[in-house]
């Protein structure tokens, strides 16, 4: 995700469906020299982060490198462990919860929006036009605005709360980006936003609590959560920087100012989401290793892909909210996070035994296209010890 929340692995994981118990334990990583160059290198850029980490799993190894400082004021250094908004990597975890109800035949994937959702159709929005199927909101090819793009004329302050109905009627207020769903890709939070309103509707509980029995204790995810309405982050976190300069001219140091108490409801389903690079990739290795959806049904999600053309992020498909990178060392799946003051990256092989997460607590409120330096240290870590995927 981009623009106001651009929405672009301590103790033993509890067992339970899928929760893998002491199989899945949760271990200490140890400090690698290849990995800490690469953190160095995105800390040392011409513009520099405040700090940044590459976390790699691959089995039971589990490595970093960190460099930099997790919050400035303090001169807390960046560490692996620590908290962070995820930004759109949410919307992989969103995903999964709506392809669980597929697999339990409680939607389709061809079930229109209109239809699941009568009453936010009006002759004066764009659902008035061609029906737009539940797939199609999951492989952004909708053609909705992206109701983030109309996000700055309405910004007060960077603790406002905005209810997602708002931010659904915000979307749906302007015209599509193309009239036939379908047709093509164009990334739109928007999408998943009527995502959580449908998961809403289908089992009378909010996301949060869907995501929290459906997700968070099934993969023994302590450190993750979907707050809406707290601008803090609980436990030992990292302090997230943003340029503010459009916002908030005045204050002192305003392209690297600290914007960690932003409200997240203006991401919601999109990119709410906080968690850690361990909790992130332990969400992954979970999901590609089949413990979170049937496997016709996550083959799906995995293999239903339309190609990305006119994206800026490097990827060559989007699934059924999963990215398929190009990487030099074959296809990888994850997603890409970008939340105001947070830029993160998730890459695993297909059957979630290599997983790399990197990290960097700098990003703009606006978007400023891909962080290539970022990107660039990120592939060369994830493809580190001629590692292949497929």
């Not at 949410?90 to 009453?119: C, G, M, N, S, Y």
């Not at 309405?154 to 009627?169: E, H, N, S, T, V």
Request: aromatic share 8%.
């Amino acid at each position: 995700m981009i623009a106001l929340a651009s929405l672009l692995p301590s103790g033993v994981a509890a067992a339970g469906p899928g929760g893998g118990g002491q199989a899945e334990a949760h271990r200490r990583p140890a400090r690698d020299p290849a990995l800490q160059t690469l953190a160095d290198r995105v800390v040392a850029d011409p513009n520099p982060n405040p700090g940044a980490f590459l976390l790699a799993r691959d089995g039971a190894r589990v490595r970093f490198g960190a460099a930099g400082l997790a919050d400035r004021a303090t001169g807390a250094p960046m560490s692996p462990d620590l908290r962070f908004r995820a930004g759109s990597i949410t919307k992989t975890f969103t995903a999964t919860v709506v392809l669980q109800l597929v697999a339990e035949h409680r939607l389709r994937l061809d079930d229109t929006v209109q239809h699941l959702l009568p009453d936010q159709v009006r002759a004066d929005n764009a659902l008035s036009g061609a029906p737009i199927t539940v797939r199609q909101l999951l492989h952004h090819t909708s053609g909705l605005y992206d109701y983030v793009e109309g996000l700055l004329p309405r910004f007060r302050a960077l603790d406002q709360y905005w209810p997602r109905d708002q931010l659904i009627g915000i979307g749906l207020a302007e015209a599509r980006y193309f009239p036939a769903p379908g047709t093509r890709f164009r990334y739109s939070n928007t999408n998943y936003l009527l995502l959580d309103l449908i998961v809403e509707r289908i089992t009378d509980r909010d996301l949060r609590t869907n995501l929290e029995q459906r997700v968070f204790k099934p993969a023994g995810l302590r450190d993750t959560s979907y707050p809406l309405a707290d601008t803090a982050v609980d436990g030992p976190h990292a302090h997230g920087y943003a340029d503010v300069s459009r916002l908030l001219p005045h204050v002192p140091d305003p392209t690297r100012y600290d914007v960690t108490s932003l409200s997240p409801s203006e991401a919601g389903a999109s990119g709410a989401l906080v968690t850690t690079a361990a909790d992130t990739a332990r969400f992954y290795r979970a999901l590609l290793r089949g413990r979170l959806l049937p496997p016709a049904v996550l083959r799906r999600m995995l293999d239903d892909t339309v190609p990305t053309t006119g994206s800026p992020r490097p990827a060559v498909g989007y699934g059924l909210g999963i990215y398929v990178y190009a990487t030099d060392c074959g296809p990888a799946y994850g997603h890409g996070g970008s939340a105001a003051g947070y830029l993160t990256f998730a890459l695993n092989s297909r059957d979630g035994d290599h997983q790399l997460v990197a990290h960097t607590n700098w990003n703009p409120l606006v978007d400023a296209g891909l962080d290539k330096p970022f990107w660039a240290a990120f592939q060369e870590g994830y493809c580190a010890g001629g590692h292949t995927t497929g």
